[in-house]
Protein backbone atom coordinates (compact mmCIF):
# COMPACT_ATOMS: atom_id res chain seq x y z
CA UNK A 1 0.00 0.00 0.00
CA UNK A 2 1.29 3.57 -1.29
CA UNK A 3 0.86 5.58 2.02
CA UNK A 4 -0.91 8.80 1.18
CA UNK A 5 0.85 12.40 1.02
CA UNK A 6 -1.19 15.45 2.47
CA UNK A 7 0.66 17.62 0.75
CA UNK A 8 -1.29 16.63 -2.82
CA UNK A 9 -4.69 16.22 -0.66
CA UNK A 10 -4.30 12.11 -1.21
CA UNK A 11 -6.92 9.88 -0.05
CA UNK A 12 -7.61 6.44 -2.42
CA UNK A 13 -10.58 5.67 -2.76
CA UNK A 14 -11.67 1.86 -1.50
CA UNK A 15 -15.54 1.61 -2.49
CA UNK A 16 -16.26 -0.57 -5.03
CA UNK A 17 -19.87 1.36 -4.87
CA UNK A 18 -18.67 4.54 -5.25
CA UNK A 19 -16.61 3.28 -8.13
CA UNK A 20 -19.33 1.52 -9.72
CA UNK A 21 -21.70 4.49 -9.47
CA UNK A 22 -19.09 6.85 -10.97
CA UNK A 23 -18.37 4.51 -13.58
CA UNK A 24 -22.27 4.27 -14.81
CA UNK A 25 -22.81 7.87 -14.57
CA UNK A 26 -19.47 8.56 -16.79
CA UNK A 27 -21.30 5.77 -19.22
CA UNK A 28 -17.76 4.90 -21.11
CA UNK A 29 -17.17 3.07 -24.04
CA UNK A 30 -14.57 2.33 -26.38
CA UNK A 31 -14.78 5.53 -28.77
CA UNK A 32 -14.24 7.55 -25.86
CA UNK A 33 -10.76 9.24 -24.84
CA UNK A 34 -10.63 10.03 -21.12
CA UNK A 35 -8.63 12.60 -19.18
CA UNK A 36 -8.45 11.30 -15.43
CA UNK A 37 -7.06 13.90 -12.87
CA UNK A 38 -4.71 12.52 -9.97
CA UNK A 39 -5.33 8.87 -10.45
CA UNK A 40 -3.11 8.20 -7.65
CA UNK A 41 -2.63 4.77 -7.29
CA UNK A 42 -4.63 3.64 -10.12
CA UNK A 43 -8.18 2.29 -8.28
CA UNK A 44 -10.29 4.19 -11.10
CA UNK A 45 -7.48 4.06 -13.65
CA UNK A 46 -7.46 0.15 -13.96
CA UNK A 47 -11.44 -0.07 -14.14
CA UNK A 48 -11.47 2.65 -16.71
CA UNK A 49 -8.60 1.07 -19.47
CA UNK A 50 -10.66 -1.85 -20.23
CA UNK A 51 -13.74 -0.30 -21.62
CA UNK A 52 -12.12 3.68 -23.19
CA UNK A 53 -10.24 3.93 -26.62
CA UNK A 54 -7.89 6.20 -24.77
CA UNK A 55 -6.93 6.86 -21.18
CA UNK A 56 -5.01 10.29 -20.34
CA UNK A 57 -3.88 10.47 -16.96
CA UNK A 58 -2.21 13.52 -15.20
CA UNK A 59 -0.76 12.85 -11.83
CA UNK A 60 1.66 15.57 -10.33
CA UNK A 61 3.09 12.95 -7.67
CA UNK A 62 6.69 11.35 -9.03
CA UNK A 63 6.32 8.52 -7.26
CA UNK A 64 3.08 7.70 -7.95
CA UNK A 65 3.65 7.94 -11.57
CA UNK A 66 6.70 5.64 -11.10
CA UNK A 67 4.61 3.33 -10.22
CA UNK A 68 1.61 3.57 -12.57
CA UNK A 69 4.01 3.32 -15.34
CA UNK A 70 5.47 -0.10 -13.97
CA UNK A 71 1.78 -1.68 -13.50
CA UNK A 72 0.39 0.02 -16.51
CA UNK A 73 2.94 1.57 -18.62
CA UNK A 74 2.49 -1.50 -21.01
CA UNK A 75 -1.37 -0.36 -21.93
CA UNK A 76 -1.34 0.34 -25.16
CA UNK A 77 -4.23 2.71 -24.55
CA UNK A 78 -2.82 4.48 -21.87
CA UNK A 79 -1.11 7.80 -21.57
CA UNK A 80 0.90 8.71 -18.68
CA UNK A 81 1.67 12.94 -17.99
CA UNK A 82 3.53 13.86 -15.26
CA UNK A 83 2.44 17.25 -13.90
CA UNK A 84 -0.02 19.53 -12.39
CA UNK A 85 -2.87 20.06 -14.19
CA UNK A 86 -3.38 23.35 -12.77
CA UNK A 87 -0.26 24.41 -14.81
CA UNK A 88 0.39 22.60 -17.65
CA UNK A 89 -1.08 23.02 -21.14
CA UNK A 90 -2.94 19.31 -22.02
CA UNK A 91 -3.85 20.36 -25.91
CA UNK A 92 -0.35 21.45 -26.56
CA UNK A 93 1.41 18.26 -25.14
CA UNK A 94 -1.68 16.26 -26.37
CA UNK A 95 0.05 17.39 -29.97
CA UNK A 96 2.94 15.24 -29.25
CA UNK A 97 0.39 11.70 -28.94
CA UNK A 98 -1.91 11.98 -31.36
CA UNK A 99 -4.12 8.95 -30.28
CA UNK A 100 -4.52 11.02 -27.93
CA UNK A 101 -5.99 13.80 -28.31
CA UNK A 102 -9.15 15.70 -27.86
CA UNK A 103 -10.41 14.05 -24.39
CA UNK A 104 -14.09 14.26 -25.35
CA UNK A 105 -14.88 12.78 -21.31
CA UNK A 106 -13.32 13.28 -18.14
CA UNK A 107 -13.34 11.27 -14.81
CA UNK A 108 -11.33 11.35 -11.95
CA UNK A 109 -11.74 11.15 -7.80
CA UNK A 110 -9.75 14.94 -7.72
CA UNK A 111 -7.93 16.68 -5.26
CA UNK A 112 -10.42 18.23 -2.74
CA UNK A 113 -8.02 21.49 -2.67
CA UNK A 114 -8.21 22.40 -5.76
CA UNK A 115 -11.75 21.29 -7.06
CA UNK A 116 -12.92 24.85 -7.60
CA UNK A 117 -9.45 25.69 -9.96
CA UNK A 118 -9.81 22.29 -11.58
CA UNK A 119 -13.74 22.76 -12.46
CA UNK A 120 -12.91 26.49 -13.84
CA UNK A 121 -9.98 24.85 -16.08
CA UNK A 122 -12.27 21.97 -17.44
CA UNK A 123 -15.40 24.56 -18.40
CA UNK A 124 -13.84 27.88 -18.39
CA UNK A 125 -15.50 31.11 -16.84
CA UNK A 126 -18.78 32.87 -18.33
CA UNK A 127 -16.53 35.35 -19.88
CA UNK A 128 -14.03 32.71 -21.36
CA UNK A 129 -16.01 29.15 -21.65
CA UNK A 130 -14.03 26.16 -22.94
CA UNK A 131 -13.84 26.09 -26.46
CA UNK A 132 -13.62 22.53 -27.22
CA UNK A 133 -16.37 21.59 -24.25
CA UNK A 134 -15.93 17.81 -22.81
CA UNK A 135 -19.18 15.78 -23.36
CA UNK A 136 -19.51 14.45 -19.86
CA UNK A 137 -17.58 15.57 -16.75
CA UNK A 138 -17.60 12.90 -13.95
CA UNK A 139 -16.16 14.02 -10.55
CA UNK A 140 -16.04 13.48 -6.92
CA UNK A 141 -15.81 16.21 -4.87
CA UNK A 142 -16.50 17.32 -1.63
CA UNK A 143 -20.48 16.76 -0.40
CA UNK A 144 -20.53 20.46 0.19
CA UNK A 145 -19.08 21.73 -3.03
CA UNK A 146 -21.31 19.17 -4.60
CA UNK A 147 -24.77 20.41 -2.63
CA UNK A 148 -23.52 24.29 -3.77
CA UNK A 149 -23.28 23.20 -7.93
CA UNK A 150 -26.74 21.48 -8.00
CA UNK A 151 -28.18 23.76 -5.62
CA UNK A 152 -31.94 24.96 -6.55
CA UNK A 153 -32.69 28.82 -6.69
CA UNK A 154 -33.98 29.65 -2.65
CA UNK A 155 -31.96 27.33 -1.28
CA UNK A 156 -29.19 28.29 1.25
CA UNK A 157 -26.47 26.50 -1.10
CA UNK A 158 -27.29 28.63 -4.16
CA UNK A 159 -24.49 31.13 -4.99
CA UNK A 160 -22.16 31.99 -7.04
CA UNK A 161 -20.55 28.70 -7.64
CA UNK A 162 -23.70 27.46 -8.97
CA UNK A 163 -24.60 30.39 -11.51
CA UNK A 164 -20.71 30.18 -12.69
CA UNK A 165 -21.46 26.29 -13.63
CA UNK A 166 -24.63 25.97 -14.03
CA UNK A 167 -24.44 28.62 -16.82
CA UNK A 168 -21.70 26.61 -18.75
CA UNK A 169 -23.26 23.16 -17.93
CA UNK A 170 -26.44 20.57 -16.78
CA UNK A 171 -25.23 19.71 -13.40
CA UNK A 172 -26.71 16.43 -11.81
CA UNK A 173 -25.89 15.03 -8.02
CA UNK A 174 -25.40 11.14 -8.78
CA UNK A 175 -24.75 9.99 -5.08
CA UNK A 176 -23.17 10.62 -1.79
CA UNK A 177 -19.92 8.98 -1.00
CA UNK A 178 -19.39 8.50 2.80
CA UNK A 179 -15.70 9.60 4.58
CA UNK A 180 -15.38 5.71 5.28
CA UNK A 181 -15.34 4.70 1.32
CA UNK A 182 -11.46 6.58 1.22
CA UNK A 183 -8.01 5.75 3.48
CA UNK A 184 -7.61 7.57 4.84
CA UNK A 185 -10.90 9.34 5.58
CA UNK A 186 -11.59 12.63 4.87
CA UNK A 187 -12.80 15.08 7.39
CA UNK A 188 -15.92 15.34 4.93
CA UNK A 189 -18.31 13.18 3.11
CA UNK A 190 -17.76 13.78 -0.74
CA UNK A 191 -20.14 13.13 -4.08
CA UNK A 192 -20.28 12.19 -7.58
CA UNK A 193 -21.75 14.72 -9.73
CA UNK A 194 -21.69 14.57 -13.27
CA UNK A 195 -21.85 18.74 -15.50
CA UNK A 196 -22.70 18.12 -19.18
CA UNK A 197 -21.69 21.42 -20.88
CA UNK A 198 -24.19 22.69 -23.09
CA UNK A 199 -24.98 26.23 -24.18
CA UNK A 200 -27.92 27.69 -21.45
CA UNK A 201 -31.97 28.82 -23.19
CA UNK A 202 -31.25 32.03 -22.65
CA UNK A 203 -27.61 33.82 -23.18
CA UNK A 204 -25.76 36.73 -21.75
CA UNK A 205 -25.34 39.44 -24.18
CA UNK A 206 -22.36 40.43 -21.88
CA UNK A 207 -21.16 37.76 -20.16
CA UNK A 208 -18.14 39.69 -18.73
CA UNK A 209 -20.79 41.98 -17.07
CA UNK A 210 -22.83 39.18 -16.02
CA UNK A 211 -19.55 37.68 -14.27
CA UNK A 212 -19.20 41.13 -12.32
CA UNK A 213 -23.05 41.14 -11.58
CA UNK A 214 -22.81 37.89 -10.41
CA UNK A 215 -19.84 38.30 -7.82
CA UNK A 216 -21.71 42.22 -6.45
CA UNK A 217 -24.72 39.92 -6.41
CA UNK A 218 -23.09 37.95 -4.27
CA UNK A 219 -20.77 39.43 -2.49
CA UNK A 220 -22.43 40.39 1.29
CA UNK A 221 -24.45 37.07 1.64
CA UNK A 222 -28.15 37.16 3.24
CA UNK A 223 -28.48 40.99 2.01
CA UNK A 224 -31.14 41.78 -0.55
CA UNK A 225 -29.69 41.63 -4.20
CA UNK A 226 -31.11 45.18 -4.39
CA UNK A 227 -28.88 46.78 -1.64
CA UNK A 228 -25.84 44.40 -2.94
CA UNK A 229 -26.29 45.90 -6.34
CA UNK A 230 -26.41 49.57 -5.37
CA UNK A 231 -23.35 50.79 -6.76
CA UNK A 232 -24.66 49.87 -10.02
CA UNK A 233 -28.07 50.45 -10.27
CA UNK A 234 -30.22 52.85 -7.85
CA UNK A 235 -32.69 50.94 -5.58
CA UNK A 236 -36.11 51.88 -6.75
CA UNK A 237 -34.63 51.78 -10.11
CA UNK A 238 -33.60 48.51 -9.09
CA UNK A 239 -37.24 47.18 -7.88
CA UNK A 240 -38.50 48.65 -10.79
CA UNK A 241 -36.32 46.38 -13.16
CA UNK A 242 -36.80 43.21 -10.81
CA UNK A 243 -40.80 43.44 -10.99
CA UNK A 244 -40.66 43.69 -14.91
CA UNK A 245 -38.88 40.53 -14.75
CA UNK A 246 -41.26 39.03 -12.66
CA UNK A 247 -38.82 38.61 -9.44
CA UNK A 248 -39.94 40.02 -6.37
CA UNK A 249 -38.06 43.16 -5.05
CA UNK A 250 -36.99 41.71 -2.05
CA UNK A 251 -35.50 38.76 -3.50
CA UNK A 252 -31.85 37.94 -2.36
CA UNK A 253 -29.09 36.55 -5.06
CA UNK A 254 -29.71 32.88 -3.96
CA UNK A 255 -33.79 33.64 -4.37
CA UNK A 256 -32.56 33.94 -8.93
CA UNK A 257 -32.49 30.91 -11.10
CA UNK A 258 -29.07 30.56 -13.64
CA UNK A 259 -32.12 31.91 -16.31
CA UNK A 260 -33.10 35.25 -14.30
CA UNK A 261 -29.38 35.96 -13.42
CA UNK A 262 -28.80 36.33 -17.02
CA UNK A 263 -32.15 37.94 -17.95
CA UNK A 264 -31.00 40.83 -14.91
CA UNK A 265 -27.61 41.15 -16.54
CA UNK A 266 -29.00 41.36 -19.83
CA UNK A 267 -31.36 44.16 -18.85
CA UNK A 268 -29.12 46.53 -16.65
CA UNK A 269 -26.36 46.29 -19.19
CA UNK A 270 -29.04 47.37 -21.68
CA UNK A 271 -29.33 50.39 -19.03
CA UNK A 272 -26.17 51.00 -18.65
CA UNK A 273 -25.82 51.40 -22.73
CA UNK A 274 -29.05 53.26 -22.84
N1 LIG B 1 -7.99 8.95 -7.99
C1 LIG B 1 -7.28 8.31 -6.89
C2 LIG B 1 -6.51 9.32 -6.02
C3 LIG B 1 -7.34 10.45 -5.47
S1 LIG B 1 -6.38 11.48 -4.40
C4 LIG B 1 -8.24 7.50 -6.06
O1 LIG B 1 -9.44 7.61 -6.29
O2 LIG B 1 -7.82 6.73 -5.20
C5 LIG B 1 -5.97 12.85 -5.45
C6 LIG B 1 -4.85 12.55 -6.43
O3 LIG B 1 -4.56 13.75 -7.15
C7 LIG B 1 -3.54 12.13 -5.78
O4 LIG B 1 -2.99 11.05 -6.48
C8 LIG B 1 -2.64 13.38 -5.92
O5 LIG B 1 -1.28 13.08 -5.96
C9 LIG B 1 -3.15 13.96 -7.20
N2 LIG B 1 -2.93 15.42 -7.34
C10 LIG B 1 -2.93 16.35 -6.37
N3 LIG B 1 -2.74 17.58 -6.88
C11 LIG B 1 -2.63 17.42 -8.23
C12 LIG B 1 -2.41 18.33 -9.31
N4 LIG B 1 -2.29 19.63 -9.11
N5 LIG B 1 -2.32 17.81 -10.57
C13 LIG B 1 -2.45 16.48 -10.78
N6 LIG B 1 -2.66 15.59 -9.80
C14 LIG B 1 -2.74 16.04 -8.54
Redesign the pocket.
Known amino acids: MVQP?RV??????KSEQALGSILEAAACHENDRVLE?????G??TRRLLPVVGGLIA????RD?CKLLTKQLGERQNFLLLQ????EIDLSFLLNNFPAFQNPNKVV????YN?TGPIIEKLLGTISNPNPQPYESIVLLIQKEVADRIVAKAGSRAFGALTVRVSYLARCEYICTVPAKAFYPAPKVDSAVVRLTPRPLEVAANDPKYLETLVKLGFSAKRKMLRNNLQTVIERDRMTQILEQLDINPQSRGEDLSVEQWVRLGNELKELSNA
Do not use: K, M, S
Open positions: RHAQHWLIGPGTILVEIDLGDFLANIPI
